[in-house]
């Protein structure tokens, strides 16, 4: 059975995407719009369900090694975005790095370890430029 915290990181990174200020179109520069999500770290289990953003839509895919990372380009008007990962058969004291990049420039990152149990869950976003 799959972790139940998947499917509560998949709404509420579903529900963060969707909410976002309204921002002055006619600002002079616009820096990248290449976002790139990225999860490196020591687990050696089997699968990690990761659950992520693009463009105000939600995606939910299974990783099965590490470095994993997905990158794509950023509407106008999406103003942040993010990610989570669970796992539930790492070694305890694993760890996972969540990173979101907005072009070449790191935005956020979080570092999650798995219990006693082997149950990794982390969750990122970030705001974008």
Known sequence: MKNPFIYLFAVFMTAASLTSCSGDDDKGSVSSREIK?????????????????????????????????????ADNDTYAGGFSASAIDAAPGEKIKLSVYQGSKLKKSIEGTA???????????ASFD
């Not at 953003?53 to 380009?73: A, C, D, I, K, R």
């Open 37 to 73: 999500y990225e999860i490196t770290g020591n687990y050696s289990g089997s699968n990690i369900d990761v659950t992520y953003t693009e463009n105000g839509g939600g995606t939910t895919t299974e990783v099965s090694q590490l470095p994993w990372s997905m990158t794509y380009t």
């Open 115 to 125: 219990d006693s149990d082997g149950i990794i869950v982390a969750s990122v976003s």
